[in-house]
């Protein structure tokens, strides 16, 4: 538990959440553009995702459960990601993706936990 805090606190995750939440698919692209090359395999699929997790407007209890599912999936492509192509010149925007996603997830357990605590 204490690396898991430790890592929570570094520079690298500081910030990491915009606005208290993961990049736009605008940002997403921008941060993930490189000089050739195709958006397909797990870099398509989270394009898809990132729009659909958007379009479905800010956090509410109407959209939670579908909003949480695309975290998820996106987290897969991730994860995907990192371990079939190690040498991706993607993999920078993947990771930092990756660590917002993950933020997003423990901010949404510890709403969870508090409401659970009322």
Known sequence: MAEYQNFRQSRYVENALINGDIWTPEAWRQASAVAIGRRKEQVAQIDQLLQQYWAKG????????????????????????????????RRVAILKLGVQVQLKLDQIARRAEEDDDD
């Open 58 to 89: 800010p956090w509410s209890p109407y959209n939670s459960v579908d909003k949480q599912s695309f975290l998820e999936e996106i987290l897969l492509q991730i994860q995907d990601h990192i371990l079939h192509k190690p040498q991706s010149d």
